[in-house]
């Protein structure tokens, strides 16, 4: 039941965490709570049909190694793509509220289909992942997610267009227009629970469309170097609204071939019991230093959302 509970934040059931949280922060702006994110969303069911094409965001080198010698690239390529492993559904049930999707369409479609990207493309699109989303939000009335649609590839105009026809359509009253206030009190009140920003100047003339949120990026393969760049990052304050840490690490062609026999998976799990503990001494609100949506790879794994989730008990014992 919501209400002012005395439960630890870490007991609550994650897949209605925020429908739980104390009534002490109902009325603070999401942007200055920590939030769980899932970085590259949809990557668990990338096309693993020889048959489809390499991204062209990928490096040249791999792309032509890719076209001569398919069958020893590709199984390289499917273990350092897939960032998740779990449906979207059971993402948002174990406490995800923010998603990172990027945007494509194929290249030599003649159809409007859009999907998702990372190395390759996905097989499912993007209005089918869109339409579990409204499902499970359908279920989950007082939950609210944030969808950033970003890294647009081979989207004209006319794509922009349909997208933005699509999540009208399948959202419909659940969009959050821009001028509203982000507190939980509020969004529930008026029924919204989707915040959708959109990483193209084509928002600007939109009223649902949230701008671009920036992602912290630190684009290192090891713990240490990643934790030093974002404490780095935070001397220099928060941005004012929505902002992501990224705690993904990133590998390079060299650690790649350096590992021949490890996959993405192998990584992240190695170095999350270093970048949680990290997480645990962050503190969210809008003082600086401190964090708001904490996105990751493998989010189901380690208490990656229990985690992030109890640091909003910071909140009830030092005001932001």
């Known amino acids: 039941m919501s209400g002012c509970s005395e439960l630890s934040l870490r007991e609550l059931p994650m897949e209605s965490w925020m429908s739980h949280l104390p009534c002490a922060l109902w009325d603070t702006p999401l942007y200055h709570l920590a939030i769980p994110g899932s970085h590259n969303a949809i990557t668990y069911c990338l096309d693993m049909n020889d048959r489809s ?55 030599n479609d003649p159809s409007t289909d859009l999907y998702f990207y990372h190395g390759v493309y996905t097989t499912l699109t993007v209005e089918t992942i869109l339409t579990e989303v409204k499902e499970w939000l359908d ?16 989207l004209n105009q006319e794509l922009h267009i349909w997208l933005l026809t699509t999540i009208r359509n399948i959202f419909t009253s659940k969009l959050c227009p821009k001028t509203e206030e982000l507190t939980l009190r509020n969004l529930w009140a008026l029924g919204y629970q989707v915040i959708v920003s959109y990483e193209h100047n084509i928002s600007s003339s939109h009223s649902d469309l949230w701008p671009h949120i920036p992602y912290w990026w630190a684009n290192k393969c090891k713990a240490e170097a990643l934790i030093e760049e ?82 909003n008990e910071k909140l009830l014992k030092w005001p932001s």
């Open 139 to 154: 279920a989950h009335p007082k939950e609210v997610v944030i969808l950033s649609f970003s890294h647009f590839l081979g």
């Open 53 to 107: 094409p390499v991204d062209p965001m990928q490096p040249d080198m791999l792309q032509k190694l890719d076209k001569y010698m398919k069958p020893l690239i590709r199984p390289f390529v499917y273990k350092w793509a897939i960032t998740q492993e779990f449906t979207i559904k059971q993402q948002l049930d174990c406490g995800v509220r923010y998603c990172d999707l990027r945007i494509a369409h194929r290249p």
């Open 230 to 311: 974002f404490e780095e990052r935070k001397q220099h304050g928060r941005p004012g609204g929505f902002f992501v840490t990224g705690i993904n690490l990133t590998e390079d062609l060299k650690y790649i071939c350096t590992h021949p026999t490890e996959s993405l998976k192998d990584l992240v799990m190695s170095t999350y019991p270093a970048l949680l503990t990290w997480v645990r001494e962050q503190t969210p609100g809008s003082r600086v230093g401190s964090l708001n949506i904490i996105a990751g790879d493998f989010i189901t794994e380690r208490h990656f959302v229990p985690t992030i989730v109890t640091l």
